[in-house]
């Protein structure tokens, strides 16, 4: 089935900084999700791209598709210590779309 | 609206016992998935349903379990006989979903399952 894997596994970083985060997948999509978890919570929305977009703004975030590579990005820009959680990407297209699978993410921890 | 919502939120049984987890979707929302996170494994897709009806439980790890969604408010999953390996977090989620246009999953809270 369609999965991200995102990388790297872990990032750790100080308030202020930008974080990148990195999402690979295999096969053609019809969209893109990243979510985020905060320790002990449920997965959030944080923003999806569409096949046919290149570049998609939300508030701090920033993420990027480029399906030539099969990759998408997401930036964090001026982190906070509130931004610490996991971050998973979810391709969402192919055979399999309607069913989302999510990677093992990626633990971001932002120092104050 | 009060988002998803899973119950229990926490519970420990022993070895054997049965176990049911339950979940309420948004009203209005046609798809449900359940999850099961570990460390070891990650977040792993169980089952989803369209329309209450179940379209893909590949994910489903053995007969031990099962998962039903009678109408569009009310899913279940079930572990029978439960076993220690089983413990995790089970996380249910919905969207909507009308004919090719999906979106974003919104994720209830999650029900955390020790099995002694």
């Known amino acids: 089935s369609q999965q991200g894997e995102e990388d790297p596994q872990a990032l750790s970083i100080q308030e202020g900084e930008n974080a990148t985060m990195n999402c690979s997948y295999k096969?053609?999509?019809?969209?893109l999700q990243w979510y985020r978890q905060n320790s002990g919570r449920g997965l959030v929305h944080l923003i999806l791209i569409r096949s046919n977009e290149r570049e998609k703004h939300s508030g701090r975030l920033r993420v990027t598709l480029d399906t030539s590579k099969k990759s998408s990005s997401l930036l964090i820009t001026a982190s906070r210590a509130a931004d610490t959680a996991s971050y998973f990407c979810?391709?969402?297209?192919?055979?399999?779309?309607?069913?989302?699978?999510f990677g093992q993410g990626t633990i971001l921890t932002v120092h104050p | 609206d009060a988002g998803v919502i899973q119950s229990p939120r926490h519970e420990v049984t022993e070895m054997g016992q049965e176990v049911t987890l339950r979940c309420k979707p948004i009203s209005g929302h046609n798809s449900l998935f359940w999850y099961r996170q570990t460390m070891m494994r990650g977040l792993e897709l169980l089952i989803y349903?369209?329309?209450?009806?179940?379209?893909?439980d590949s994910g489903m790890p053995e007969d031990r379990f099962s998962a039903k969604m009678p109408n569009a408010s009310f899913s279940t999953l079930k572990i029978q006989p439960s076993e220690p390996r089983d413990s995790a977090v089970y996380f249910c989620?919905?969207?909507?979903?009308?004919?090719?246009?999906?979106?974003?999953?919104?994720f209830g809270e999650g029900s955390r399952l020790t099995v002694l």
């Open positions: 989620a919905s969207r909507p979903s009308s004919g090719g246009n999906t979106g974003e999953l919104f």
């Open positions: 096969t053609s999509i019809n969209n």
């Open positions: 979810a391709p969402e297209g192919g055979t399999s779309y309607g069913k989302l699978t």
């Open positions: 349903f369209n329309n209450n009806v179940p379209i893909d």
